[in-house]
């Protein structure tokens, strides 16, 4: 702030942040990540969504179990406090728990998406 300057530090990896090209990198850099899950991976941006069409929760911890895997590949690192988990059902869920990271991932009932809030019965 003002005539504040903080110490340089070199990056070796990674996007400029708030770059025009920075998105478009990011998603060429994971390219590769739908491969490895068995759900319908949805890539925009710096965004990524999983969908599954599942009766068995085992499918989708295994997924993020490959996704942890994934990242060690490559260095990088999901941040679980970022990642949501919404079921859309008419019927009600079950209590499931998802983990990344040796963190439950957090539930919620509705999500913004480009401008659009979507929630967990379509209404």
């Known amino acids: 702030m003002g005539e504040a300057t903080s110490e340089r530090k070199c990056v070796h990896s990674g996007v400029p942040q708030g770059s ?7 998603v060429l850099f994971i390219d590769d990540l739908p491969s490895y899950l068995s759900g319908v991976a949805r890539l ?29 590949m490559w260095l990088l690192t999901f941040n679980p406090s970022k990642c949501k988990v919404m079921h859309i059902s ?34």
Not at 20 to 26: E, N, Q, R
Request: charged residues 25%.
């Open 44 to 72: 925009f941006a710096d965004d990524l969504k999983l969908i599954y069409n599942v009766s068995n929760i085992n499918v989708i911890n295994e997924d993020l179990k490959m996704l942890e895997e994934w990242e060690q």
């Open 20 to 26: 025009v090209l920075g998105p478009l990198l990011f």
């Open 90 to 123: 008419y019927n009600s869920n079950p209590e499931n728990s998802y983990i990344l990271h040796d963190t439950a991932l957090k539930e919620t009932c509705s999500k913004r998406d480009l401008g659009i809030i979507i929630n967990n019965t379509l209404n």
